[in-house]
């Protein structure tokens, strides 16, 4: 079977890997001269660690990674609770911290291990279907011939825009933005802060006196309301927050998976993910020939979380004070019974839909 993979972030890279396990040789090409050196996502979930473990990824990744064993939220300083990754019953019971270029520089090498290679530079620029084959121009070129198109290529995806599958949701108005930056004496691994006008940062650590700070705001590492060095600031940007999913992943000859079919906030952590799971999935069906049963195994988990994450966002970004009072009541009560923190943990890793 001759396949395209378009895309060479987490999401292509595994769906390439998980490929060439089963047998396969997929094309995977990526319009980037180069890897990315930044990184979006920082948390591997114990899911994802599952099922990359056949490949050999999973070890090598938990050999890099850093694990997170508890995250504090705070009301301005003071601390009001703690969420316990000891509560999930996995082997991998943590959050996996690890910046998203060294997650792709460890797939890659799997990747290359295997005999594949990303190929960079390379622009898709066409891609007409008929009679369930897929026809395809990279950088202007002579138009190839595929039997099967993987979209790995994000929100932006030209393949699931030149399929014409619909990419249904919405665009948050407030810009939020992040913050790479490093600190000798920054006081825990992962921290939430809850700020007066119902405003948020959350900081986690992704390295060695490495952070990773998020806000609803711009300027990541402002009214931050403890005393820290800041050494370096490697980098900081801001983003617009969508909710969408496309209405189908499947349109033979090409199939979505990851920021191409669905994208939501940050909060849980699980996007990155979440396209990981489909990669696995989508390559499984692919070897065991059930492809037609992909939408119908992937849409709802991604549906249910962007409900669940939407859900966050307007509860941990309010301004509105019963919202404020039952988030610290709701944080204290989690604290003062680690178990009943289990199910959303145990969705957030990926071991519950």
């Known amino acids: 079977m001759n396949i395209l993979i378009v895309g060479?972030?987490?999401t292509g890279l595994t769906a390439a890997t998980e490929l060439f396990r089963h047998g396969f040789k997929p094309r995977i090409i990526d319009k980037k001269d180069a890897p990315s050196p930044l990184s979006r996502a920082v948390g591997i979930n114990a899911r994802s660690l599952e099922l990359?473990?056949?490949?050999?990824?999973?070890?090598?990744?938990?050999?890099?990674g850093f694990k997170l064993g508890q995250a504090d939220f705070?009301?301005?300083?003071?601390?009001?609770?703690?969420?316990?990754?000891?509560?999930?019953?996995?082997?991998?019971?943590?959050?996996?911290?690890?910046?998203?270029?060294?997650?792709?520089?460890?797939?890659?090498?799997?990747?290359?291990?295997?005999?594949?290679?990303?190929?960079?530079?390379?622009?898709?620029?066409?891609l007409t279907i008929d009679n369930g084959k897929a026809?395809?121009?990279?950088?202007?070129?002579?138009?190839?011939?595929?039997?099967?198109?993987?979209?790995?290529?994000?929100?932006?995806?030209?393949?699931?825009?030149?399929?014409?599958?619909?990419?249904?949701?919405?665009?948050?108005?407030?810009r939020w933005?992040?913050?790479?930056?490093?600190?000798?004496?920054?006081?825990?691994?992962?921290?939430?802060?809850?700020?007066?006008?119902?405003?948020?940062?959350?900081?986690?650590?992704?390295?060695?006196?490495r952070y990773r700070a998020v806000a609803d705001e711009p300027e990541a590492l402002k009214d931050i309301p403890i005393p820290f060095t800041l050494d370096k600031l490697n980098r900081s940007d801001d983003f617009i927050i969508s909710a969408r999913q496309a209405h189908t992943y499947q349109k033979p000859p090409v199939f979505l998976a990851g920021d191409a079919a669905h994208v939501h906030s940050p909060f849980g952590g699980r996007g990155m993910n979440l396209g990981i799971e489909d990669a696995c999935i989508?390559?499984?069906?692919?070897?065991?020939?059930?492809?037609?049963?992909?939408?119908?195994?992937?849409?709802?988990?991604?549906?249910?979380?962007?409900?669940?994450?939407?859900?966050?966002?307007?509860?941990?970004?309010?301004?509105?004070?019963?919202?404020?009072f039952m988030r610290r009541v709701v944080m204290g009560t989690f604290s003062a019974f680690p178990a009943l923190q289990r199910p959303l943990l145990e969705r957030a890793s990926g071991l519950k839909d």
């Open 8 to 10: 060479a972030g987490p």
């Open 52 to 64: 990359l473990e056949a490949s050999g990824a999973a070890q090598a990744l938990l050999a890099r």
């Open 74 to 126: 705070h009301n301005g300083a003071k601390k009001i609770g703690s969420m316990y990754f000891s509560q999930i019953r996995h082997r991998y019971n943590f959050l996996l911290a690890l910046p998203q270029n060294e997650t792709e520089e460890v797939l890659r090498t799997t990747l290359e291990g295997m005999g594949g290679a990303v190929e960079y530079g390379c622009k898709l620029t066409s």
């Open 135 to 174: 026809s395809v121009s990279i950088n202007d070129g002579a138009v190839e011939p595929y039997d099967l198109v993987i979209a790995a290529d994000g929100v932006h995806s030209a393949v699931r825009e030149a399929a014409q599958i619909p990419f249904e949701g919405y665009d948050y108005t407030e």
């Open 177 to 209: 933005s992040i913050a790479d930056f490093e600190s000798h004496d920054w006081p825990a691994a992962a921290s939430a802060y809850f700020l007066p006008g119902g405003h948020v940062r959350f900081v986690i650590k992704i390295g060695e006196h």
């Open 282 to 324: 989508l390559a499984n069906c692919i070897a065991t020939g059930t492809l037609d049963g992909y939408t119908a195994l992937r849409h709802p988990v991604a549906k249910r979380w962007i409900a669940l994450s939407e859900r966050f966002v307007h509860t941990i970004v309010s301004a509105n004070p019963v919202n404020q």
